[in-house]
């Protein structure tokens, strides 16, 4: 069985007939989308492979309409005949959001968020020219369905979970009038739907733009209030007000005309509102519903940059039952329900992560007072130990976990895993208690157990900072409080 690495490698080999040194996979977003990263005599590329074929072709038809307007986008170098891998130009590792989170507010990134929305706004206005929106994946235009549906999304995957009494014919009523105002703005050019500071890269110190599949035709507004509002960045109000006057210098200055500022920055504030809850809405459905732990542990924070946001600004237009319900959501016991509890120093808790063979030794004992614990059987996992390429090798090295990242369903067999520890951990650290075992058994106690007990230390210690003692049995292996990066 091939696996998607050799399929790129194949892809790139068609591309250029040079010795390939190697071909890392990256770390995955929020889509189903797979990164690579190849390495070769001449330097570095990057690979996508993606099955949604629709996805891809927008992916390739904007890159080269942007390319021939002079944005800064990368350029498709090879593309299967499948359309299902194509080869891109690599900028590197480094984003605007890891600048920011490597040297803080400083003047340095100030300018990195300067030439962003100088790029943005020649993207936007240049990049419209000529750009035939029948490329777009779903909707041509974010009008007044799209911005309905996006509170709608709101409304399903998060407000609704609050169990929060609402009249809702009232808050429709709202959602249509906020869509309205919204969808008459004077300025729509091209909208990248998804401008935040992980989709800006960063290399000698000039900005470059990736993952713009989802854009269309749609206001100037949404993409600088994506960037500026961004929860994980979290801009002091000082550079969101200069950030936002300079973009709209630069407006002024491609278009060759003055804009209604008092107008541009009420609707602004508007689309501000609709992205913040856009953004709730995806965390509340990947996280709530898909329970992904990274989106579930991201809601506080968002609903503390949607309750400043409600303190501070105003969208221009009054909706009573939508301000209400809204005043409700980022209320401290409701922020509070989405933070999870933390282990202290003086917390007593020892969570012992262990792998195991069936086939030896069995399931190891737990020697704790009260015994018991959790043993998860790993062999419905498709075994990479099989395989002869990877017999020599365990879950912790890279073509191993590649395998099992991109050809079995470890990933959901986790997620499940994640939810019931989740439950045990939060009551343990609660009550006092000092220990808990969670044992991961498959045959040879080499592969998926090692990757399945590696993946629980990281998530457990991310999400509640809690003590940890690892045994890998098979492998020899004990460690305590150990940084598993991944």
């Known amino acids: 069985m091939k696996t998607v690495a050799e399929d790129v490698k194949e892809v790139f080999l068609s591309y250029k007939n040079i010795p390939v040194k190697s071909v890392e996979k990256l770390p995955q977003s929020g889509g189903d989308r797979i990164y690579f990263r190849i390495k070769s005599n001449d330097g570095s590329y990057i690979a996508t492979y993606n099955h949604n074929i629709k996805e891809n072709d927008t992916f390739l038809k904007f890159s080269e309409h942007f390319k021939n307007c002079d944005v800064p986008v990368p350029e498709i ?36 968020f300067q030439k962003s929305l100088k790029k943005l706004a020649w993207l936007q206005i240049e990049g419209h020219k000529d750009l035939n929106y ?86 100037l507004q949404y993409d600088v209030a994506s960037l500026l509002w961004q929860a994980k960045a979290e801009l002091p109000d000082e550079w969101k007000t200069g950030l936002l006057v300079y973009y709209m210098d630069c407006v002024e200055e491609i278009l060759k005309q003055p804009i209604d ?26 996280g709530l519903f898909e329970r992904k732990a990274h989106f579930l542990t991201s809601i506080p ?40 509890l933390q282990a202290t120093g003086t917390t007593p808790l020892v969570v012992k992560v262990n792998s195991f063979s069936y086939k030896i030794g069995g399931i190891p004992k737990d020697t704790s007072e009260n015994g018991g614990g959790f043993v998860f059987d790993c062999r419905g996992i498709l075994n990479p130990g099989r395989f002869e390429e990877f017999k020599a090798f365990n879950g912790r090295d890279k073509s191993v976990k590649d395998f099992l990242e991109q ?58 900072n809690v003590k940890i003692e690892l045994n890998h049995i098979e492998q020899k292996i004990t460690e305590t409080n150990p940084k598993i990066n991944g």
Not at 309 to 336: C, M, Q, S, Y
Not at 413 to 439: A, H, P, Q, T, W
């Open 77 to 112: 170098l090879k593309v299967n005949e499948e359309g299902t891998i194509y080869i891109q130009q690599d900028f590197g590792d480094d984003s605007l959001l890891s600048n920011l989170e490597l040297h803080g507010h400083t003047p340095f990134i100030y300018s990195l």
């Open 134 to 219: 029948e490329w777009c994946i779903t909707s041509k235009e974010f009008g007044k369905q799209a911005i309905i549906s996006d509170l709608l999304y709101f409304k399903y995957y998060f407000l609704d979970t609050l169990k929060i009494p609402y009249d809702k014919e009232a808050l429709i009523d709202d959602f249509e009038a906020l869509g309205t105002y919204l969808a008459r703005v004077e300025h729509k050019y091209f909208m990248f739907r998804d401008f935040q500071s992980r989709n800006i890269m960063v290399k000698n110190k000039e900005v470059y733009f990736i993952d713009y599949q989802g854009g269309m035709h749609g206001a």
């Open 261 to 286: 500022r008092i107008r541009f920055v009420s609707q602004y504030n508007g689309y501000v509102l609709i992205r913040l809850l856009q953004v709730l809405g995806a965390y509340g459905f990947r």
């Open 301 to 340: 924070l968002a609903l503390k940059n949607m309750k400043w946001f409600l303190e501070n600004k105003k969208t221009g237009i009054v909706l009573p039952e939508f301000e209400r319900v809204l005043a409700l959501t980022v209320e401290d016991e409701i922020v509070h329900r989405f933070e999870p």
């Open 407 to 464: 050809q079995t369903k470890m990933q959901d067999f986790l997620n499940n895993v994640f939810n019931l520890v989740d439950i045990s951990v939060e009551d343990y650290i609660k009550r006092g208690f000092s220990s808990l075992m969670v044992s991961f058994g498959c045959t040879g106690g080499c592969h998926r157990s090692v990757y399945a007990a590696d993946a629980l230390v990281r998530h457990l210690r991310n999400k509640f």
